[in-house]
């Protein structure tokens, strides 16, 4: 071979080595940003910039815009939808009365006027300059490039935009029930996602969210008296006096200045949030080696102890996370009472602010906290795997109120174990795979989404170990932080770990109805005379598992027994250490039954018992305990 040659082959296969290492990409947007809000009218006006890279392998000749205000409007899909569902959420529902002056339900977007509505209008939209043509769909707006953009290759937008912020009836809007003024969710023309999949050009119905990664510059010009906080590190508190008590800057306040532009930059996340209120509280804690938390809410005598209250326990939660998962790359995370309930957003979220100091800390900022790590870091697509953001969240949400607990429990999962095996006997249950604007009824989705989803996490323990779990967790996020994870991708990652094969798992748990059910078909003697006892177990539900058995003996002693599955070509650490532990023959799928011998007699055994652990979503609990009395 000559060197020619030679050095060819090398580059071939040096450049095949590294495109294969390097094929995953995404999308690329960075967004600058003017508004000002007209605070008498809730209408604002802003500017737009935003620079597309094009990481792809298409040529792109169209792209698509998400216009989410517009969906509070009478007639829009999310009207339509909260209509027409079989269980529609209280928030879209208002109480009435007909002429007879019987009770009624009302719902809330149908009824609001012209001036409640929420709209996003676009004008002078342009591709590097040049007038491009542009189609409002709804919630979508369709834009016809004036060029292609060739892979590679990046391209700025601009255009202006009108908005009006709704009433406050789901996440964003005005003059809440708690009187928070301004919460400003999906308030901006922001670019769709567009990735291996194609374009994800969702019209806002109901569910969640997907974004492009990128970077954020905004100004916000409002009336003078107003406190903000939202995404994003704020870059010249010394020119609005934000947390100063110099006197020069409250000269500066109380000036025939009218408005205040505040300036926020958010690097490398792919949404930005803010709210605001005339009469907003703001205080800060620091993270040991961490992030600053900031806190605002309003002053509101009845709040204010609790609010104190929580600042605290919200720095415990977030060391705990960064502990569980990963550190919280960003330099400041902020709760801000806003909103209509909970909802996360790029390093921020918005709560209510009036409930107990518990329920407000171990349930919202606990779970939306949470969320920092399983969507705006780790940013699946909420929309097709809503159980990915919602139930990651929700697993690590449990794992930390039950270490802040004063009584810590074995199982913090179980409830939403029963709650799980409540949606099974409801008949009502659809598979993890489906979108989330496509449930049939609202519970259905919440429990799927947040329970079965947190299963999956907490079951995985019963199936590769505790602790292999965790490390799953730790790698994930080392290896899709500010990435789109797929559920193919944490299953990966849990094979890495563990060594085991777990497509089996994803595809039934979360593609399938099928069920877990196992159980005690027959506890014998031998006939023989020999001092053992025959144990025949019995699949009866699809779904495969590796089994535990448990045998509690009259003399007090104990001892288990554990059966690999064998399409997992895997064996687990004994979770129970302190127990003899025998690893018996594996069980294949298609045999339904599974016979093994315990050597003691029977008239020796107490109890039989099918994972004591709970860990494992059997459906049928009853039958997996065998017990003499």
Request: glycine share 6%; proline share 4%; hydrophobic share 35%.
């Amino acid at each position: 071979m000559n060197n020619k040659l030679l050095f060819g082959f090398i580059l071939l296969n040096v450049t095949a080595a590294f495109s294969q290492s390097n094929s995953y990409w995404q999308q690329k947007a960075d967004y600058k940003m003017d508004v000002s809000m007209d605070v008498e009218t809730y209408q604002y006006k802003g500017k737009q910039k935003l620079v597309y890279t094009n990481n792809s392998n298409d040529t792109l000749r169209r792209v698509y815009y998400h216009l989410y205000n517009n969906a509070f409007q009478p007639g829009s899909e999310m009207d339509v939808r909260a209509q027409t569902i079989a269980d529609p959420d209280a928030r879209f529902t208002s109480k009435g009365k007909n002429a007879e002056g019987k009770e009624t339900r009302e719902f809330r977007i149908a009824n609001l006027k012209p001036n409640e509505i929420g709209y996003l209008k676009i004008s002078n939209f342009k591709q590097d300059g040049v007038a491009a043509n542009t189609k409002e769909v709804s919630t979508i707006l369709e834009v016809d490039l004036a060029k292609p953009i060739l892979p590679g290759q990046s391209t700025t937008f601009t255009l202006d935009f009108d908005g009006q912020v709704p009433l406050q009836i789901r996440r964003s809007g005005r003059n809440n029930k708690e009187g928070v003024e301004l919460s400003m969710a999906q308030w901006y023309p922001k670019i769709a996602e567009f990735d291996f999949e194609g374009w994800h050009a969702d019209p806002y119905i109901a569910r969640e969210f997907h974004g492009v990664w990128g970077n954020f510059d905004v100004n916000i010009t409002i009336d003078k008296n107003y406190i903000l906080g939202g995404s994003g590190v704020l870059k010249n508190n010394n020119e609005i006096g934000y947390g100063y008590q110099d006197e020069g800057v409250k000269i500066k306040r109380d000036s025939k200045i009218k408005t205040l532009t505040w300036h926020f930059v958010a690097q490398n996340v792919h949404d930005f949030t803010w709210a605001a209120d005339k009469n907003y509280i703001h205080d800060s804690m620091k993270v040991p080696y961490g992030a600053t938390i900031h806190f605002l809410y309003k002053n509101n005598p009845k709040i204010i102890d609790n609010w104190k209250k929580l600042q605290p326990k919200t720095v415990r939660l977030m060391q705990l996370y960064n502990n569980l998962v990963g550190k919280y790359p960003y330099d400041q995370y902020s709760v801000i009472q806003g909103g209509d309930g909970g909802m996360e957003y790029a390093m921020c979220t918005l709560i209510l602010g009036e409930g107990t100091l518990d329920g407000m800390v171990n349930g919202t900022i606990a779970h939306e906290m949470a969320h920092s790590w399983f969507q705006h870091i780790l940013a699946s697509n909420e929309s097709k795997h809503p159980w990915m953001d919602e139930g990651f969240s929700t697993y690590i949400e449990y794992i930390a109120v039950n270490e802040t607990a004063d009584k810590k429990v074995d199982n913090p999962f179980e409830s939403l174990y029963s709650t799980y095996y409540k949606l099974v006997e409801s008949g009502k249950e659809q598979p993890l795979s489906t979108h989330g604007d496509r449930f049939d009824f609202n519970r259905s989705y919440s429990i799927a989404s947040y329970y079965k989803g947190a299963l999956f996490l907490s079951q995985l323990e019963y199936i590769i170990g505790k602790e292999n779990t965790r490390k799953t967790l730790r790698r994930f996020f080392d290896e899709f932080k500010f990435k789109h994870p797929t559920p193919n991708d944490i299953k990966r990652t849990a094979e890495r770990v563990s060594g085991a094969n777990l497509d089996w798992y994803l595809t039934d748990w979360t593609e399938t109805l099928n069920t877990i059910d196992y159980g005690i078909k027959n506890v014998e003697s031998a006939t023989d005379g020999v001092q053992r006892t025959g144990v025949t177990l019995e699949r009866i539900g699809r779904t495969p598992m590796p089994i535990d058995v448990y045998v509690e003996y009259t003399d007090g002693t104990k001892e288990s027994f554990y059966i690999p599955l064998r399409m997992m070509s895997f064996e687990k650490e004994n979770p129970t250490p302190e127990i003899k532990r025998t690893v018996l023959a594996d069980w294949a799928w298609a045999q339904p039954t599974y016979f093994f011998e315990i050597p003691k007699a029977k008239s020796a055994i107490k109890k039989i018992t099918i994972d004591p652990s709970g860990l494992m979503a059997d459906v049928k609990r009853s039958n997996n305990v065998f017990e003499i009395k």
